[in-house]
């Protein structure tokens, strides 16, 4: 009876807020706010139609500032930025509610359990003559009744400033996340899983991505976890056309709950550029990355060379490509081998449509095994867009999936048999602003867990688990403080 009742609250719930939302209509009507793609920590700000949408903090004629981030740093692109006449801070506070079927680290099909998140959002921009500081968070309470679970918190943010002298430039940024469960599709197709108050006034920055931020790709791994990924750059203008890049990083994965494998990542990366056009950019670059885990002999260190290519147009285009040889080493000897060598390959593309949004991510290379392996071989897509239906409902989908496949005996003093993990979900929902300072959305989201457990004798040793989620979620905002 208690699951049912929770099932029908969710339900009404979706239905008030729809209702709501039918219901109202802003004073002056605005173009709704594009949704933030999935799975990033600081999304490139959305373009608004009019100057307006951005509640008088640009100017009357807004200009476009173009993406600076160098092509061989450990930092992604952005879309660019309007020229703001001001810096500000926004505060905000959200509401979301997700129904889930089953859990998916078992062959249960329990009840529908629902889970709650009520919590504070922020989104700062403060900007100096040679430098601008960017700020997302939200965090606050996660209330489930899901059996054998406890009541948490959720913790999202992500900071980064940019400073830019004649011939230097310094880069930092930090993403720091603390869920109930895996980052991997968490929110579904709303924008519950990223920090800040979105929209247009979610500013943008240097944000990690790639490689950087620690893998969670594999549904198998148990429990609350922590990650954090910091990224420090700097870049030196050799000539108009010519830059050097030096970057550091430290990322980790660490879990509250035994039974899971917690990851730290050190990467140190050297990258030379050079600018073909105002708009294309080619570029070379070393990267070695170490893999420690917490109470395992293995660690694992990783060379790759890429040949690296670039494409960046203010608002409507990045696109990053990155190819070349993997070798990486083994602390712990595997059989009479202490290395391996494969290939490197990722993909960064965000692109801006009239009335549309796309963002993808691809990666192939070496993993840090996402809590449950010592390492894996990596396979990973995200994908995210977004199309403007009417006036004010917009709709947006979401996909992402995760290969993991075990290092030969890079499992050695483990408990998990398992050589494959695939793991993947797919999304869709409806969005809509109401007023100026609200914003409502509702998806649904089907994640699936399929483990290839090979010397695993257990009935659930390759079972496949199917999670359904149903997500509605509600933000509302205040209208910008003027800092300056």
């Not at 307006?52 to 100017?59: A, E, I, K, P």
């Not at 993406?67 to 952005?78: F, I, K, N, R």
């Not at 730290?264 to 170490?290: C, H, M, P, Q, W």
């Not at 809590?371 to 989908?397: F, K, M, P, Y």
Request: aromatic share 12%.
């Amino acid at each position: 009876m208690r699951n049912f009742l929770n099932t029908l609250t969710l339900v009404l719930t979706g239905l008030l807020c729809v209702g709501i939302a039918r219901a109202q209509e802003p004073e002056q009507p605005a173009e709704p706010n594009k949704p933030k793609p999935a799975a990033r920590a600081m999304p490139p700000i959305s373009e608004p139609d009019t100057p307006s949408d951005y509640n008088g903090v640009t100017d009357t004629n807004t200009r476009w500032q173009p993406d600076t981030t160098p092509l061989t740093g450990l930092q992604t692109p952005t879309l660019g930025n309007p020229d703001l006449r001001h810096s500000y801070w926004v505060p905000g506070f959200q509401y979301g509610a997700t129904g889930q079927s089953n859990a998916l680290t078992s062959n249960s099909t329990q009840d529908w359990y629902v889970t709650n998140y009520l919590g504070f959002s922020l989104s700062l921009q403060k900007g100096w003559t040679n430098s601008q500081l960017v700020l997302n968070y939200s965090g606050g309470a996660a209330l489930t009744t899901q059996t054998g679970e406890n009541n948490s918190t959720y913790q999202q943010l992500g900071v980064g400033q940019n400073f830019q002298w004649r011939r230097w430039q310094l880069q930092w940024s930090d993403q720091f996340s603390y869920l109930p469960q895996t980052a991997f599709g968490f929110g579904g197709s709303t924008s519950l899983g990223l920090p800040g108050v979105g929209g247009p006034l979610g500013p943008s920055g240097p944000s990690s991505g790639g490689t950087t931020v620690p893998s969670q790709s594999i549904f198998a791994a148990l429990g609350p976890r922590y990650s954090n990924s910091a990224v420090v750059q700097m870049t030196y203008q050799l000539s108009a056309r010519q830059s050097l890049t030096a970057s550091g990083s430290y990322g980790l994965l660490h879990f509250t709950q035994s039974g899971n494998v917690d990851t730290d990542e050190d990467i140190g990366s050297f990258g030379y550029n050079y600018a073909l056009t105002a708009k294309d950019t080619i570029g070379v670059v070393y990267r070695f990355t170490a893999y420690h885990y917490q109470g395992q002999a293995q660690a694992l260190g990783d060379h790759t060379v890429n040949i690296a290519y670039g494409r960046k147009i203010a608002r409507r285009l990045a696109l990053q490509l990155f190819a070349g040889p993997d070798y990486t080493t083994y602390r712990v000897p595997v059989g009479t081998s202490r290395s391996r060598t494969s290939g490197y390959f990722s993909a960064d593309l965000k692109y801006n449509f009239q009335k549309a949004f796309l963002e993808l991510d691809y990666v192939h290379g070496l993993g840090g095994g996402s809590g449950v392996l010592t390492g894996s071989e990596l396979d990973q897509i995200t994908l995210s867009a977004n199309r403007r239906l009417t006036r004010l409902w917009t709709v947006n989908g979401s996909f992402g999936f995760g290969d993991n496949r075990s290092l030969p005996g890079s499992n050695i003093g483990t408990t998990i048999p398992s050589t494959s993990f695939k793991s993947w979900y797919l999304g869709a929902g409806v969005s809509r602003p109401i007023g100026r300072n609200v914003n409502f959305s509702l998806s649904y989201n089907a994640s699936v867990n399929e483990p290839n457990q090979s010397g695993c004798t257990g009935t659930n040793c390759n079972a496949s688990t199917t999670q359904h989620t149903i997500s509605v979620f509600v933000q509302w905002h205040t209208r910008p403080f003027v800092i300056e």
